[in-house]
């Protein structure tokens, strides 16, 4: 009897690879085959390995597939989970319903999308069975950390969370190319000033305390220029204290510091579950105002989870002494519960995969003809290959099997899953 096939893409390499994979690895404890992808070869493994499902999550994703592949089974996870209300899932679905009707599942993060999508779906007449909530799945790797990943004394590092996309482009595209557009002349001022604001507290830091510094340059950046300007920014001396991030797991990053700067970001989430203490650098930059108004109503609550010094002197004063401690905050915990349910104490990925697993095992088209699975990872290798040559920033973007290393204790993650749900 063949096994479902699935194919899970992953949209950036550093945000969505670790939960595809973490996903994957579950679905195959099921009986399941699983491919993860790129962009870059994603609908030429979907032609060609044929799989009984995809998962994506990308809004625009399932028209896609579903015009090329009507009889594929869809699967949508909502990406984009702690989106300001005007943002939220059950909004685009009211501006583009056949996205809704082209999704076979639909798994949300939260009740709160939950809740807004029915209704929405009820408004149109729509089926209201395929919509399911999993949880944030990135944040099983909060839940599950192994405790030998969360040695902050070895490392003695600060760790520093970018968001610089416009100006620092993951494929190398100059930021004129989309400066005229709507919002990106004050968006890219705001990540000048506050990469400036970072670099000057990375010199600060390198001159005044023993700290290391670890960069990690958000998902839709290239790492290839941070690599390229150390030693400008900072001296041939203060290379050696300062590492760039490549992997593919925010979590296991952030764990590791003694304490993250950002400007304001999701990313504090991640951070304040992790109890890793926060300082955001958005009144050092000047960009203070400005952060308040990118997430409406979440980031006020995102900026009052961290520590917000009002200068690089005290600033220094702060990472000198003990570190605050992370406490309880009631917005952010209200956060957690509303758009991640996060206080169900399933994993997210398993849920997500039991849903998965429900819509593809009865499925016929596991029984057509397709190019075998190593067949179709042997094509990729070549075509990365090229895409390499044309452009070396291909990497920042896109996940490739075999080139990007593979998460941090993936194997033992899942296997605590696995156990979990069988206790």
């Given at each position: 009897?063949?096994?479902?096939?699935?194919?899970?893409?992953?949209?950036?390499?550093?945000?969505d690879t670790?939960?595809?994979?973490?996903l994957?690895?579950?679905?195959e404890?099921?009986?399941?085959?699983v491919?993860?992808?790129?962009?870059?070869?994603?609908?030429?493994?979907?032609?060609?390995w044929?799989?009984?499902?995809?998962?994506?999550?990308?809004?625009?994703?399932?028209?896609?597939?579903?015009?090329?592949?009507?009889?594929?089974?869809?699967?949508?996870?909502?990406?984009?989970?702690?989106?300001?209300?005007?943002?939220m899932?059950?909004?685009?679905?009211?501006?583009n319903?056949?996205?809704?009707?082209?999704?076979?599942?639909?798994?949300?993060?939260?009740?709160?999308?939950?809740?807004?999508?029915?209704?929405?779906?009820?408004?149109?007449g729509?089926?209201?069975?395929?919509?399911?909530?999993?949880?944030?799945?990135?944040?099983?790797?909060?839940k599950?950390m192994?405790?030998?990943?969360?040695?902050?004394?070895?490392?003695?590092?600060?760790?520093?969370a970018t968001?610089?996309?416009?100006?620092?482009?993951?494929?190398?595209?100059?930021?004129l190319?989309?400066?005229?557009?709507?919002?990106?002349?004050?968006?890219?001022?705001?990540?000048c000033?506050?990469?400036?604001?970072?670099?000057?507290?990375?010199k600060?830091?390198?001159?005044?305390?023993?700290?290391?510094i670890?960069?990690?340059?958000?998902?839709?950046?290239?790492?290839?220029?941070?690599?390229?300007?150390?030693?400008?920014?900072?001296?041939?001396?203060?290379v050696?204290?300062?590492?760039?991030?490549?992997?593919?797991?925010?979590?296991?990053?952030?764990?590791?510091?003694?304490?993250i700067?950002?400007?304001?970001?999701?990313?504090?989430?991640?951070?304040?579950?992790?109890?890793?203490?926060?300082?955001?650098?958005?009144?050092?930059?000047?960009?203070?105002?400005?952060?308040?108004?990118?997430?409406?109503?979440?980031?006020?609550d995102?900026q009052?989870?961290?520590?917000?010094?009002?200068?690089i002197?005290?600033l220094?004063?702060?990472?000198?002494?003990?570190?605050p401690?992370?406490?309880?905050?009631e917005?952010?915990?209200?956060?957690?519960v509303?758009?991640?349910?996060?206080?169900?104490?399933?994993?997210?990925?398993?849920r997500?995969?039991?849903?998965?697993?429900?819509?593809?095992?009865?499925?016929?088209?596991?029984?057509?003809?397709?190019?075998?699975?190593?067949?179709?990872?042997?094509?990729?290798?070549?075509?990365?290959?090229?895409?390499?040559?044309?452009?070396?920033?291909h990497?920042?973007?896109?996940?490739?099997?075999g080139f990007?290393?593979?998460?941090?204790?993936l194997?033992?993650?899942?296997?605590?899953?696995?156990?979990?749900?069988?206790?």
């Open positions: 009897m063949n096994k479902p096939r699935i194919v899970i893409r992953a949209f950036t390499c550093r945000r670790a939960s595809a994979l973490l994957a690895n579950i679905l404890e099921m009986g399941c085959e491919l993860v992808t790129s962009t870059r070869d994603f609908l030429r493994t979907v032609k060609y044929r799989p009984n499902a995809v998962v994506v999550n990308t809004r625009s994703g399932p028209i896609s597939v579903k015009s090329l592949f009507p009889d594929m089974k869809v699967i949508q996870i909502d990406g984009e989970g702690l989106s300001p209300d005007k943002d899932i059950a909004q685009y679905y009211y501006n319903m056949d996205v809704y009707d082209a999704c076979d599942e639909i798994l949300l993060w939260g009740n709160k999308a939950y809740d807004e999508v029915i209704s929405l779906a009820k408004l149109r729509r089926e209201i069975g395929k919509v399911h909530v999993v949880g944030n799945i990135h944040f099983d790797f909060v599950y192994p405790e030998k990943l969360k040695d902050k004394e070895k490392y003695n590092s600060i760790g520093f968001r610089y996309r416009s100006i620092n482009d993951h494929e190398g595209r100059s930021t190319k989309y400066l005229p557009n709507k919002g990106n002349l004050d968006d890219t001022i705001f990540q000033k506050s990469f400036v604001g970072m670099i000057d507290c990375i600060e830091l390198l001159e005044k305390t023993t700290y290391n670890s960069i990690r340059p958000h998902p839709l950046e290239q790492i290839n220029s941070y690599k390229e300007y150390l030693q400008i920014w900072f001296g041939k001396d203060n050696k204290r300062i590492t760039i991030d490549e992997s593919l797991s925010f979590s296991q990053w952030a764990v590791k510091q003694q304490a700067l950002s400007p304001t970001s999701t990313s504090f989430m991640k951070a304040y579950l992790l109890k890793v203490p926060v300082i955001n650098i958005d009144l050092i930059s000047d960009t203070h105002e400005y952060c308040k108004q990118l997430e409406e109503n979440l980031s006020e995102w009052s989870a961290g520590i917000a010094p009002k200068n002197n005290e220094v004063k702060i990472l000198s002494n003990e570190i401690a992370v406490t309880l905050n917005d952010i915990e209200r956060q957690l509303e758009y991640c349910d996060y206080n169900n104490n399933e994993s997210s990925c398993l997500a995969a039991k849903v998965i697993f429900n819509c593809v095992r009865n499925s016929n088209i596991a029984k057509r003809i397709y190019v075998p699975k190593w067949l179709v990872n042997k094509i990729d290798d070549i075509s990365f290959a090229r895409a390499s040559r044309r452009n070396p920033c990497y920042n973007l896109n996940y490739k099997r990007h290393p593979s998460v941090e204790c194997d033992e993650i899942t296997k605590t899953i696995i156990r979990s749900d069988s206790n």
